[in-house]
């Protein structure tokens, strides 16, 4: 599969950012689809993950109440709606596609055989 994230951009402190990650190449309901985030010097990190048919999502805590992951199956698309953006939520933000079962280790970067190129997201104070 084939992903291809957007919808990064600069905006202030508690300003809104919808990201999109479209799929392509395979069946989209095989995947689970996670977002991660990298920002400067610091390791990759889970964001949020949503199961293949939208009935199941996780948040890492320091998004819980802000961000949203959802999907469209019939459109190949899985979005994060990020609300009350703070300056530490600057990153790259990646999107990723696991074919395996769910599990507890689904919030791994290792996890996910595929991965997205990237879209910076930038929160000035």
């Known amino acids: 599969v084939q992903l291809q994230a957007s919808g990064g951009g600069l905006v202030q402190a508690g300003g809104s950012l919808r990201l999109s990650c479209a799929a392509s190449?395979?069946?989209?309901?095989?995947?689970?689809m996670g977002w991660f985030r990298q920002a400067p010097g610091k390791e990759r990190e889970f964001v949020a993950v949503i199961n293949w048919n939208g009935s199941n999502t996780l948040y890492r805590d320091s998004v819980k109440g802000r961000f949203t992951i959802s999907r469209h199956n019939a459109k190949n698309t899985v979005w994060l709606q990020m609300n009350s953006l703070k300056p530490e939520d600057t990153a790259v933000y990646y999107c990723a596609a696991d074919y395996r079962q769910w599990t507890e280790l689904i919030t791994g970067a290792t996890e996910y055989p595929y991965w997205g190129q990237g879209t910076l997201v930038t929160v000035s104070s």
């Open positions: 190449g395979r069946t989209f309901t095989r995947y689970h």
